[in-house]
């Protein structure tokens, strides 16, 4: 009995990191796909805000001869979506999580914090890739998109934008007591990201000072590789600190939400 025991102990395969952070994403996944709430913001709600902005994002190619109005819009769209889709989602998953208790009883189990964490977002992530080639693909057959100058770079840029707000949405869960809160604790972050990153207003265009502060921003970075590296008009020495600052603040997000990230509600 204890051989056969032990057989079935030394057969049975090992649970790994990647392995456990799927079975969340695949729970993660069912819910995501019954909350009408969270869906109507990825799906309906960003298509919304491109139609309102637009117009004004049109009006940087007027300043920027050379560069196609379709590469503005798509470009600043790859930066609005995750916003959304990512960052607004995952915030309220993580506080409806907590809130359920769920988050303290995986705690329980062999998934590590950064695994419950990365394993929560994954459908976010996942659904934000997939709507960015659905737009990038309609916008070539509708828009007369061109190809991007430096796929490389669009692709690096996009990445990085998803995984930086994944730590994000974890430290604005901490502040958030509700779910129905989140549209108010992420509201500043979203607001920040959406006119100081460049998406509608360039940064050449608005003061020193303050386009400075503006390209120190979480979001800012990965907005710019994507933009600059669709339309060409920087090269790999404007791209690399833009490259470094963006990883600098992924690390950076990610130490404080593992520090500071609230597994419980509060009393």
Known sequence: MTATAATATTTAPASTALSRMLALGRAETTLLLRNRTALFTALVLPPLMTVALSEPIKEQGKNSPGVSAAALVVTGLLGLLPLFVVYYNLTAAYVARRGELVLKRMRTGEARDAEILGGSALPSLLLSLTLSVVLCAAAALLMDLPAPSDPVRVVLGVLLGLVVLVPLAALSSIITKTVESSGLTTLPLLLISQFGSGMIIPLDSMPDQFATFCRLLPTT??????????????????????????????????????????WEPRR
């Open 221 to 262: 970075p990965a907005v710019q590789l994507v933009r600059e590296g669709w339309t060409g008009t920087t090269g790999w020495g404007e791209a690399l600190p833009q490259l470094g600052l963006a990883v600098a603040w992924t690390l950076v997000a990610g130490w404080a939400a593992l520090r500071w990230f609230r």
